[in-house]
Structure formats: structure tokens, C-alpha cells
Nanobody, 128 residues
């Protein structure tokens, strides 16, 4: 099975930046282009929500307005890594961030039910 591991979380001040990494492994006769990788987050007391999605090098998710221009997703196929660069962080960005995998272009709608594999999350805490 495909395995994912998110890392890079931590404590950052409001206005700061952080880069999260998602390491993907366990491919069988496949590579990163055979999957869409999505980032989701779950803040305390809130539902999990989609943050970003990348498939074959294309950022495919229509992110919420409050994320646009602050979060950028990218992939390094040679390393089987997907990154989420986050900037201008706000306290409301505090959440556990997860990466997950779906078939190509399978997370365009940001639906958790479309994701087939999930990694353990990494906690991002933004202080005011």
C-alpha cells in the first residue's frame, strides 16, 4: 500500500512561514504521477478541510479564499515528496495537517472520501 508521512510542523509566530513535507512510498509499478496528493487540515473542534491538491505537477484544488496567495503546493517526483509552503500564517491556521493520496486528479474537489491513503498528521501552531 501507499504510505504517506507528513512532517515539518511546529510553532511559528503570526506572519511567519513554514514548509510542510509529505514523503510518499510504497508504490507498486507506479510513481508520483499516478497519484493526486492532497493536503488537509483539522483545527481543534472543527471539521477536517481541504487545503491543496497536486496531480501531475498541477495545483488542482480551488482553495478557499482565506488560503489563496498564502499556501503553495509543489512536488519533487524524483524524491517522491510533496511540499506545502505556507506564508503569512495566522493563528486560525493552527491545525493538524495531513497529506493523503488519491488516483490522478482525484482530489480536485477536496473530498476526503476521494482519498485512498492517509498519513499521520503534523501539528502546526501559530501564535499571535
Amino acid at each position: 500500500d501507499v504510505q504517506l508521512q507528513a512532517s515539518g510542523g511546529g510553532l511559528v509566530q503570526s506572519g511567519g512561514s513554514l514548509r510542510l513535507s509529505c514523503a510518499i512510498s510504497g508504490f507498486r509499478n507506479a510513481d508520483l504521477d499516478d497519484y493526486a496528493i492532497g493536503w488537509f487540515r483539522q483545527a481543534p473542534g472543527k471539521e477536517r478541510e481541504a487545503v491543496s491538491c497536486i496531480s501531475r505537477g498541477i495545483d488542482t484544488l480551488q482553495s478557499p479564499e482565506y488560503m489563496k496567495g498564502r499556501f503553495t503546493v509543489s512536488a519533487d517526483n524524483a524524491k517522491n515528496m510533496v511540499y506545502l509552503q505556507m506564508g503569512s500564517l495566522k493563528p486560525e491556521d493552527t491545525a493538524v495537517y495531513y497529506c493523503a493520496a488519491a488516483p490522478p486528479f482525484g482530489c480536485d474537489y477536496g473530498l476526503q472520501s476521494d482519498m485512498e491513503y492517509w498519513g499521520k498528521g503534523t501539528l502546526v501552531t501559530v501564535s499571535s
